[in-house]
């Protein structure tokens, strides 16, 4: 499997995609990043540990956001007061799942299509925004508890 996939934001939420993505695919090339680095310490050993939301964004082509709040997402983008996203993010798929309201959500949307890479919610996933390995275990996602 080729897929490359970050997860930032390591709390319940985070922590449990983890846990099914390496479920469901244990030799997945998986990178954590959470500002609390004792949360991602469970995962030592089956996925890389990064040390700033900058290196899990440059780690993968897929990076989850499990943030609870779009401060969060803000810093994690490198997006300041005039809405643009500053981090490199250019080819990549964003895949939110605790996005902020809709018009907020559609916002994020465009900054990150502005700054090169694609945004969606768990809720919205579609076929055209990952192609088959990412498809099926960003699916896991949609799984309940």
Known sequence: MSARISIVGMGATGT???????AAE???????????????EA?????????????????SDTIVLALPREREIDRTLERFSDGEVTAPVSGKLFVDLTPPPPERA???DRAITV???????????????????????????????
Do not use: V
């Open 16 to 22: 449990l995609a983890a846990r099914r993505l390496l």
């Open 26 to 40: 244990p030799e997945l090339a998986l990178t954590l990043y959470d500002i609390d680095p004792e949360r991602c």
């Open 43 to 59: 995962f030592r050993g089956t996925a890389t540990l990064a040390t700033s939301a900058r290196e899990a964004l440059a780690e």
């Open 106 to 108: 559609h916002q994020l």
């Open 115 to 145: 700054a090169g890479g694609r945004y969606t919610s768990i809720p919205g996933l579609t076929d055209g925004d990952a192609n088959g390995g990412q498809r099926r275990l960003l699916r896991l996602l949609l799984c309940p508890a």
